[in-house]
């Protein structure tokens, strides 16, 4: 499920909002500091974590703001539970088509993806439950 353009482009103008109205934060790629993610094998593929399932519990939900490189490429998952994914800059493919900056994507409980991303991409991930590698 995607929201319409108009939609995910009322969303993504929030984002900036929310994290600038905090005194001293901001929302800038460069200020995040990027850890590459090899634990479900991804390749090419970064993690700013912003909360985790250390902080959340073995089967709590965890958000992250991800970074694609060109050429970056998930296996196949499965989400037991929801996950919004937000592209904030470049483009994601995912079986389903390919989603510009300001997409909203909704994964259902149970959905499978292989996300990829040949250009490179920025998105702001929710994950309400850990993923399951197919």
Known sequence: ??????????????????????????????????????????????????????????????????????GAQAPAHRHPGYELILVLSGELETDDGTYPAGSLLVMPPDSVHAPRSPKGCVGLVVWERPVQVE
């Not at 790629?29 to 909360?51: C, I, K, N, Q, T």
């Not at 959340?56 to 991800?66: I, L, S, Y």
């Open 1 to 70: 499920m995607t929201t319409t353009p108009q939609a995910a482009a009322a969303v993504a103008e929030l984002l900036p909002t929310l994290f600038t109205g905090i005194p001293g934060a901001s929302f800038t790629e460069r200020e995040l500091v990027f850890r590459p993610v090899r634990s479900d094998g991804r390749s090419d593929a970064e993690m700013h974590p912003l909360y985790t399932v250390r902080e959340t519990g073995e089967d709590g939900p965890a958000a992250a703001v991800m970074r694609y490189l060109p």
